[in-house]
């Protein structure tokens, strides 16, 4: 219909327009051929406003059918669920009625039984009287059991901690009575080597007195103090007064005596000279009695170490001068004992210093 009413309008546009053409003036044509325009613009606005309407009712139409679908839904839903509240209905007026029954049966033993249970009634007071009282003794006697508990967990406290002094204590004293058992098996092991030392010691002494034992009326002496060997040498064996040259027989007896000092490798050897204290004049090269004891000590070192086999590294050279005398008294033999030379030989003690450090 509405494709028929546009061609009607078409040919009655085109129809004007031939009319137009021929019968009115060309301003009027201009005018009318605007219009006609505008016509046709207008209708073309109206075809698209009409489309926008046909599916703007498409969706409402779609949306109209959602909402009668929903509305049945509720129409069904509200059905049953009347046809529950009318089953509920009938059920609540059923209860009722047993409600009733049961109310009146319920007053009839009420009455029947009243006197009863007023008697009951005293007796479950005087009950209610008598477990209140026992409620209150027996709290009570929580009370009682929860301070006696207390006491117990404190005392429980007390006991463990005293044992976990007791097992530290315990732990130490065992760790004392090790390092005490180490310490004696390290004791043990140090006077072991201490008195194979001293032995070897003494046995050095007889070895040295032995070798030397042809030199002892010359004022040679060989002691065994403190653990050492003092090889003792007087001034008139060695050198001549105010001299540090060794005479022949002194050499002869530092050679023996490096002899033994070479087999011994484990003694260290130091070399002392000593003074008597009378000043000494200066001769020389000679200044005091310091320079003399010195030059005298290292005078001797270099007679053993004449010896091949004597390592150098074993001996050291000091010099005393007079104030380690031996004699103090100020007579003439007192100070000729004191211009002496002493050999002191030492056992190395190099494992003792260990075990006494590991200590």
């Known amino acids: 219909m509405i494709k028929r009413n546009r061609q009607i309008s078409v040919l009655v546009l085109a129809t004007l327009l031939a009319f137009a053409v021929s019968c009115v003036p ?100 005087q009950l209610r009287d008598d477990l209140q009282k026992r409620e209150e003794n027996l709290r009570k006697l929580q009370d009682s059991l929860s301070a006696e508990r207390n006491n117990l967990d404190l005392m429980q406290l007390r006991l463990e901690d005293r044992n976990q002094i007791l097992a530290s204590l315990d732990s130490m004293l065992q760790e004392k009575e090790k390092n005490l058992e ?13 008195k194979q ?18 030199f002892q009326n010359d004022g040679l002496t060989v002691e065994h103090r403190n653990g050492k060997v003092y090889v003792s040498l007087d001034e008139k064996l060695l050198f001549k007064s105010g001299r540090y040259t060794i005479d022949s027989r002194g050499r002869m007896a530092l050679q023996k005596l490096s002899d033994v000092l070479a087999e011994n490798t484990d003694i260290n050897i130091l070399i002392e000279g000593h003074t008597d204290d009378v000043p ?20 001797v070192v270099k007679v053993l170490l004449e010896n091949k086999r004597l390592n150098p590294d074993r001996l050291m050279a000091a010099g005393r001068s007079e104030f380690h005398p031996i004699e103090k008294s100020k007579t003439s033999e007192a100070r000729a004992k004191n211009r002496r030379t002493e050999i002191i030989l030492t056992p190395k003690l190099d494992e003792l210093l260990k075990i006494l450090e590991n200590n």
């Not at 004049?281 to 005091?288: H, M």
């Open 280 to 299: 000494l004049q200066s001769k020389g090269e000679i200044q005091d009695n310091w320079d003399l004891s010195v030059k005298r000590a290292t005078t």
């Open 26 to 125: 060309k301003r009027q044509f201009v005018e009318l051929e605007m219009k006609t325009e505008r016509s046709i613009r207008d209708r073309d606005s109206l075809k698209a406003k009409n489309a926008d309407l046909t599916v703007e009712k498409t969706e409402l139409q779609s949306e109209l059918d959602l909402v009668k679908r929903q509305m049945q839904q509720t129409r069904n839903e509200l059905a049953g669920q009347l046809d529950s509240m009318r089953f509920y209905k009938s059920q609540h007026n059923l209860l009722q009625a047993m409600n009733n029954d049961l109310t009146r049966r319920l007053d009839a033993m009420v009455h029947g039984v009243e006197s009863e249970n007023k008697q009951m009634l005293v007796e479950l007071h």
């Open 182 to 194: 180490e310490q004696s098996k390290q004791m043990a092991k140090l006077q072991e080597m201490l």
């Open 197 to 214: 030392k001293d032995d070897a010691v003494r046995e050095l002494k007889d070895k040295v007195s032995n070798a030397l034992l042809g």
